[in-house]
């Protein structure tokens, strides 16, 4: 079946570094995806990948590595506004998103 | 900027009423998408849309069904709703079918009560 693991919850302070994990079981995979949703709100897009390697983009970077089907969002600087959830999603062979259950990511000053 | 609209923020309905949960995108997007959220759960597609007209069962279709007449418009309906459709529904839509980037829509939290 297809499966998307990432951690429920995580705590980091103001201005440190959080990484976030997801793995992966795709029938086919056609990229990764990364999304933020603050409480009440829509998810937003914030990257994609699909070839091996590290994408950044400003404080954040999101790698994948397909032969271990695993991914990371990686968080700098953290700042209180970070605070979200972070949404993990693999595109499967017939272009649909299987989604992971969120990380609830709670920054402390 | 793209804008993914949704009729109702929140919706409280009784047991057994038809819903209906309008969604318009103002973009010219020819990929619709209906998605409901539990905690827990992450985001479980229900129905999506390719092209007018035209409609594919998702993950979760029961208890559901999708009308699309127009493009920019994609309208989920509960035939009776029943009290574990009580979720957050949210609709997105993409540029084309194997477009990576969704864009959602505010989200309707419904209560069936």
């Known amino acids: 079946g297809q499966n998307i693991d990432q951690p429920t919850e995580m705590t980091a302070t103001e201005g440190a570094i959080v990484q976030i994990n997801c793995t992966y079981q795709?029938?086919?995979?056609?990229?990764l995806f990364w999304y933020q949703q603050h409480a009440g709100e829509a998810p937003t897009f914030l990257s994609y990948?699909?070839l091996d390697g590290l994408e950044e983009k400003g404080r954040f970077s999101s790698f994948l590595s397909r032969s271990k089907g695993y991914s990371y969002l990686l968080l700098k600087e953290l700042q209180m506004k970070d605070s979200a959830s972070y949404l993990c999603?693999?595109?499967?062979?017939?272009?649909?998103?299987?989604w992971g259950a969120g990380t609830k990511l709670i920054i402390k000053p | 900027d793209v804008k993914v609209t949704q009729s109702s923020r929140y919706l409280v309905k009784r047991t057994g009423e038809k819903v209906f949960l309008e969604c318009v995108q103002d973009?010219?997007?020819?990929?619709m998408f209906w998605y409901r959220q539990d905690p827990g759960l992450g985001l479980r597609l229900i129905y999506f849309?390719?092209?007018?007209?035209?409609?594919e069962k998702g993950d979760i279709p029961e208890g559901y069904s999708v009308s699309r007449e127009k493009k920019e418009r994609f309208s989920l309906i509960l035939e009776s709703a029943s009290t574990n459709q009580t979720s957050m529904y949210l609709c997105?839509?993409?540029?084309?079918?194997?477009?990576?980037?969704?864009?959602f829509g505010p989200g309707t939290r419904l209560t069936v009560t």
């Open positions: 990948n699909v």
């Open positions: 999603a693999a595109m499967d062979s017939n272009y649909q998103l299987i």
């Open positions: 997105a839509s993409s540029p084309t079918r194997n477009s990576y980037e969704q864009y």
């Open positions: 795709t029938s086919g995979f056609n990229g």
């Open positions: 849309s390719y092209d007018v007209k035209m409609k």
């Open positions: 973009m010219d997007h020819e990929n």
